[in-house]
């Protein structure tokens, strides 16, 4: 049988985390040739290669608010495999902060979530994009959230920088279009632990405001990711939504 991702590369920066890892996943059992990147656990990220279908795929370092390191990544790459046709967005972080508590935004904790959660997402695309343009099919995918759309989420620097994400898709999509294709997948709740403190009990809360009934899994989000790469493939700039109907 025939794997449609069959001799491409795929990079997932921030691979060794929940959404990460399953989309690594779902892209190699398609065929891809996956680079999973790790911040500061190397032994999660070789374990989460170590247990992918397929062979030569690679675990390496990088540090998304460190330009340098996403550089030195692509130059890596290249060197080592001569390509990257897919680059999945997946790192970030966000810490529980009530709507109504402006106080606790401060000044700092803005423009660290910024520096991780927006620009090393850009600083990543734009390492990448000379490989990408080279693939000739290439393809971006960010990992947002419906957090975005209507202002609800950990906290309101992470729905505002989650709808800048947005943004950067439909910009980059007509300005990288039509070498690269750029999509968002946008989760709601998320069975990880992504964010900190929140507890079966929690999500057993938000599955009953869910038309489906239950909060997603990483492997929902990361089928959604594979079917940019194998399916979706006259899309870019989109937005696809993948949350059970819970924004509706």
Known sequence: ?????????????????????????????????LVVTWRSDEAVAQAV???????GHKARQSTVEDSATLVALAADVEATIG??????????YTKPVPIADLDALTDDFIDDMFRVNWRGQFAAIRAFAPLLKASGDGLVVNVSSIAGLNGVGSNLAYAAIKAGIDTMTKSLARALAPAIRVMSVSPGVVATDFVP??????????????????????????RAIAACATHLTYSTGSILIVDGGRAL
């Open 197 to 222: 403190g929140r507890d079966v009990a929690a999500l057993d809360k938000v599955a009953a405001t869910i038309p489906l009934r239950r909060v997603a899994t990483a492997e929902d989000v990361a």
């Open 1 to 33: 049988m025939t794997q449609i991702l069959s001799g491409k590369v795929a990079v997932v920066i921030g691979g060794s985390g929940g959404i990460g890892a399953a989309a690594a996943a779902a892209l190699a059992a398609e065929g891809a040739t």
């Open 83 to 92: 390509r990257c046709d897919i680059l999945v967005n997946s790192a970030g």
């Open 49 to 55: 290669v170590a247990g992918l279908p397929g062979i």
